[in-house]
């Protein structure tokens, strides 16, 4: 929604944004993140990344860590039927 909401409002950006929908979260994210990572990390890197993951220190060999912060969790739309 928010890449809709980018182009129906053309919001000019200084950068790219890119989106990667990787569905290998729950397994560690080596076989599906890990891959685009190994074979297309010329087209997906970012100096910024908003994930679903939070509170772990992440190493990033000799260029010190990565602290994710998790913004939301799946949550509740309560919806009523009006008609």
Known sequence: ??????KRNNINLKGDIVLAAPADEEQGGERRAGYLLQHYKEKIWCPYVINEGGGLKLSQQKKGYVFPVQTAEKGILWAQNKS
């Open 1 to 6: 929604m928010v890449l809709k909401l980018l």
